[in-house]
């Protein structure tokens, strides 16, 4: 028996975007660049998040450096989530019209603000059920400012910036609650 799949508009928006990180990483490469990229003071690509920046802290969103910004960007997004969540991907933090900044400052609302998944239109730290998850920083350079409605959803805003996006790039980082 024949399985018919329909592709629906979410999953053309996802393989849309890793469509254009893998080209944006071709570009980057043959132009001799390594791209757009987004650390942290507080702990390094792969390493433990503080615990202040938790829901067993202070609940704060960390400092963020973002370097190499592409100079046709008009604004910047974050989203911040979580895909080791028992349910799926857990949203912790989605910002867009962000000015082009270099740094977002620890405990700082740098642009507006989306909902997540807390129900919430503001940062929402790591606070796993078990185990150690992984929390995704994905910053992305855009070609405009959208001006939409604070309260949007990551996925509204994923829809929104599809065809706007100049470069990306993410910074993972871990907690397990002790």
């Known amino acids: 028996m024949a399985v ?3 592709m629906t508009g979410r999953m053309i928006s996802i393989l849309f975007l890793v ?4 080209a ?4 980057n490469a043959e132009e001799g660049g390594v791209g757009m990229k987004i650390l942290s003071p507080e702990f390094q690509n792969n390493g433990f998040i503080p615990k202040k920046f938790t829901c067993q802290g202070e609940d704060v969103n960390p400092a963020l450096i973002i370097e190499d910004i592409p100079k046709e960007a008009k604004s910047l997004a974050l989203i911040v989530d979580d895909p080791d969540a028992p349910m799926g991907m857990w949203v912790h933090w989605v910002v867009f019209d ?3 900044i270099n740094r977002i400052e620890e405990n700082s609302i740098p642009g507006k603000q989306g909902r997540n998944d807390f129900g919430r239109n ?5 606070c ?3 185990g150690t998850h992984r929390y995704f920083f994905k910053i992305y350079a855009l070609d405009k400012v959208f001006n939409l409605d ?3 959803s990551k996925s509204s805003l ?3 910036i599809l065809g706007h996006i100049l470069d990306q790039s993410e910074l993972v980082g871990l907690y397990k609650k002790r």
């Open 4 to 6: 018919k799949r329909v």
């Open 19 to 22: 469509f254009m990180s893998v």
């Open 24 to 27: 944006l990483g071709i570009i």
């Open 98 to 100: 962000i000015p082009l």
């Open 122 to 126: 503001d940062y929402g730290g790591p």
């Open 128 to 130: 796993p059920p078990s």
């Open 150 to 152: 604070e309260g949007i």
């Open 158 to 160: 994923e829809s929104a």
